[in-house]
């Protein structure tokens, strides 16, 4: 974040290109792990990369942080990017996101938990009993991931 922090002081509330990852991360039951933000919505962990670091560990790097899960291998599900990923924040700051999204059954060991800063809550679901309060934006992406299930 210190990247778009320093970057959002030169340009301000300015539309910005912001790439980031969103990782499924599926249980040996199949179900998805999501994490409830502080908004109240659902959706899979994930951020923007910071400086120098790749999608994949930028996607590994966000799961630990948000759930206290450590995962190995990722599968490259998609790229999603597009006027329809455009956001604006309450504080002003414009961007459209170019989302590299992954999915991984590979879960390496972690506690299961919400780091209490960007993850409220963290559990996982059954794709056929998702919660309600599910982020638009991953409508879209579990679309995708179910499909590569």
């Not at 799961?63 to 329809?84: A, D, R, Y």
């Amino acid at each position: 974040m210190r990247y778009i922090q320093d970057l959002r002081k030169v340009v301000g509330h300015q539309p910005l290109i912001l790439v980031g990852t969103a990782v499924a991360v599926i249980n040996e039951a199949g179900e998805f792990l999501l994490q409830k933000r502080h908004d109240g919505q659902w959706g899979v962990p994930g951020g923007f990369l910071e400086l120098g670091e790749s999608t994949e560990d930028a996607g590994r790097r966000e799961v630990f942080e948000e759930t206290g899960l450590e995962i190995g291998k990722l599968k490259l599900v998609g790229v999603f990017s597009g006027k329809e990923h455009y956001v604006k924040l309450p504080n002003g700051d414009e961007f459209y996101s170019v989302t590299i999204a992954y999915m991984t059954r590979d879960i390496k060991g972690g506690e299961l938990k919400a780091d209490g800063v960007e993850t409220k809550e963290a559990r996982f679901f059954h794709v056929n009993d998702l919660p309600e309060k599910l982020n638009p934006m991953i409508k879209n992406l579990m679309k995708q991931f179910a499909l590569t299930v």
